[in-house]
């Protein structure tokens, strides 16, 4: 085989490489984009085609990026913490009240994060980004809400764990990518106690104390 030969394959192999490397690198990023954006990317994707939902979903991933969003400082993240178990604490008594105050704190949380919350629509869109993935549930949170009145209590725990989800992630999250962090064993200083995931938050005695009639309503929060 003489060296032009030799050449002319490796060049090609070099190639097929770098080609294989570029659509592997666009295949991760995509997934990426489906895991953050959610049910939301998806329904991007059924709507205007998937070529048409990556640019849509670029567009909005730079005007987040643009915003300056930014993780919550370690002493934030106690505050607002504190702030929800505070609230949480007062369902059995008043869930009207405490899913209220729950979506309130969820506007706080994105507001001081760097997210223009003045416009709702707007806001659904940038959390799109990073945190679509609890959208459908913080859409049907908010919906219960405006009907607290007449609301069951049923639907009422149902949306106050709706609004965890995203309160939570939004919490939790790492500057520009919407992953909670890992946790680091629990200092003095350290502003969420690593062996209380959020997931646990709404177990343990702000439940245990509510009253015989309605164990029935909160009973799947613990679980």
Do not use: C
């Not at 959208?135 to 919906?143: E, F, H, I, T």
């Not at 069951?152 to 790492?174: I, N, Q």
């Not at 064993?185 to 646990?200: F, I, L, Y």
């Amino acid at each position: 085989m003489s060296a032009g030969t030799i050449i002319l394959i490796v060049v090609i192999l070099v190639i097929v490489a770098a080609a294989a490397a570029v659509v592997s690198m666009r295949m991760r990023r995509g997934a990426d984009e489906r895991n953050l954006g959610g049910p939301e990317y998806d329904r991007l994707v059924d709507e205007i085609g998937p070529r048409r939902a990556k640019a849509e979903f670029d567009k909005r991933r730079q005007r987040v990026d643009g915003l300056g969003v930014r993780p919550l400082s370690a002493e934030r993240r106690t505050a607002y913490t504190g702030q929800w178990d505070a609230a949480q604490e007062q369902f059995v008594e008043n869930p009207a009240q405490t899913v209220s105050a729950a979506g309130s704190l969820v506007t706080a949380v994105a507001a001081d994060r760097g997210y223009e919350v003045s416009e709702h629509d707007q806001l659904l869109t940038d959390l799109s980004v990073y945190h679509g993935r609890h959208l459908d549930g913080y859409r049907q949170a908010r919906q219960t809400t405006e009907r607290a009145g007449e609301a069951t209590t049923e639907a009422l725990r149902r949306a106050l764990l709706d609004y965890r989800g995203l309160f939570f992630d939004l919490v939790e999250s790492s500057e520009g990518d919407g992953v909670a962090p890992a946790r680091a064993p629990e200092t003095a200083a350290d502003s969420v106690p690593a062996q209380r995931p959020w997931k646990q938050v709404t177990q343990g005695r702000h439940w245990k104390s509510r009253p015989q009639e309605t164990s029935d309503d909160v009973t799947a929060t613990r679980q």
